[in-house]
Every structure is written in structure tokens, then in C-alpha cells.
């Protein structure tokens, strides 16, 4: 069970655009270079957020992309539903239905003990990711190294020029 | 990001070999049969079992697999590394240190706030898997159904006559 690793990207991407947010919009192949990644598999990524409402597109000249919402309004959860989907990653399909007991009267209405103990699971880890927004983790990183914010924002603006 | 359809063939295939125990192994066609399920491919999920210790194989004319633990003894994380392997689902591919300010002296020392953030989550769906056993997920499913241990104990008991 992995996910994608568009879902690495697309969170240093959102942070990256947050803390160039100041200078504008951002284009693709600029937030790729940044980290010496493929623009045009970057650029799905980032049609994936637009989509989820976390990015916008900015037309023109001088466009790009750009964050939708303040970092304080995107959890973590946003940015990976919106790159992995929203489906759970345990899959019932219910195999207790079929064969020789599959058929007993009240099997489908009742629960079963053990997708309902995977969906108990799977639902700790989404909400620990719906409880984290993008603004707690550039407050962690920024703690960890005060100057990213400033070296981001710079790059960003002078490779913009 | 989903799971492969073996978690769920393995879990329903632990619970059954649990309430089958009294009578003996119980060969793979039998244990595929009870769901409808391929056997060759439900063989694949049971040596992944076996090789993580939860299943053992008994050999000869009445052999098949058991339980190789008790079932207070197998968690619902032991059954899903055993099947999904013990990879983190989120992929940190460490792309900050890739790009014009990737070498940064000391950034591959301290870790990454987007990378901590992802194995937290993962931790907190981790720590509920561990925490339920074959056990937990029978007493549930034997309160909304009493007569399924028996019901399954006597399918496979015919069957195997």
C-alpha cells in the first residue's frame, strides 16, 4: 500500500507557493526547478489541486499558480484526497456474501467486524491528517530552519524577474 | 492509495481457520470455497501468511493450515504487513535536497516537518491496527452473528469429511 509520490510533491509545492505567495503567481516549471522536478508531471499534480480548490490558476503574462486558501484552511487531508482520491485504502468487497453461508438472512445489513475495524483505523489516520494544516507544518519546518521562508521567497522572485 | 484485495481474503481466512481450529488444518480449496474465492491466488495470501509465522502448513492427506498463533495473539496489523508488506504508505523520496538550495548544510540532518507530519498519521492508523487481535474482531462478529463460529466450524467439518 503506497501512495503516489506525487502527493511528496504536492505538499512541498503548497509550501513552497506559500511562502512565495508574496511575490504572486508561480509557474510550473519554476515550482519544478525549485526541486529538480518533471514540469509536466508536477503540472497533473497541480490540475488535481486546482480541482480540490487548494491552488488557482492565475492567467496572463505574469501567471501561474497560486494558493487558493490561507495555509491555516488546507489540512494535509485536503492535499491528499485530492491526489489520491477519496476512496479508503482497505477494500471490502464483501467476499462474506458469497459462497456456501453468503446468503444467510440479515448478512448484508449487518456490519462487518472486520472492515469495521480497518475503517477505525483508516479513520485515526485521516483524522490526524484533517487536524494538521499546511500552516502547522511551515511552522515546524521554519522552526527547524529559520530561513527557509526568505530563501524560498527569494529564489521564487528573482527567478521570476 | 489502496490495499490489495489480499487483506481481506487473508483476514476472513485467519477469522474462519480460527473457528475451524477444533477440526483440524483446512486445505486451501476448502478455504477458498467458503468465500468463493481462486484458490491459486488465495494460496499467494496464505504463504505470506505462513512466512510471517501467523498461518503454519501441516503436511500429508489431512493437511492444510492452521492458525500459528492463538487468536489473541495476531493483531490486524500482523495480517496486513504480512500481506501489504511493512513500506510506509507515504514515500518520502527526500526532494528538498534535490534543486538550487537542496544542499543546504545540515538539511538532511533535521528532519523533514512534511515527512514528520505523514508518519504521525501513519503512526496513529498503525497503533489501532496493533491494537485489535483476531481476537477483538471474533467477539465482535460472534455478538452480531452467535451462530457463525459454528456454522463455519460445521461447513468446514462436512466438508472435509
Redesign the interface.
Known sequence: ?????G???A??SC?NLAWAQDGGAVTVARLA?????PAAYLNKQLQALSRAGIVTSVPGPRGGFRLARRPEDVT?MDVVTAI?GP?Q?????E??Q?????E?P??SR?????????R???L??????AA?TLA???S??ER??PGVPG??RG?FATASA
Open positions: 500500500m503506497r501512495m503516489g509520490e502527493v511528496e510533491w505538499l512541498h509550501l526547478a525549485y526541486h529538480d522536478l494535509l489520491e476512496e485504502a482497505f477494500r471490502c468487497t467476499i462474506r458469497q459462497g456456501p453461508h453468503g444467510m440479515g448478512n449487518r456490519p462487518c467486524a472486520i472492515s469495521a475495524a480497518m477505525r483505523a483508516e485515526a489516520w485521516r483524522r490526524e491528517l494538521r502547522d507544518v511551515m515546524e519546518a527547524g530552519a530563501r524560498v529564489w
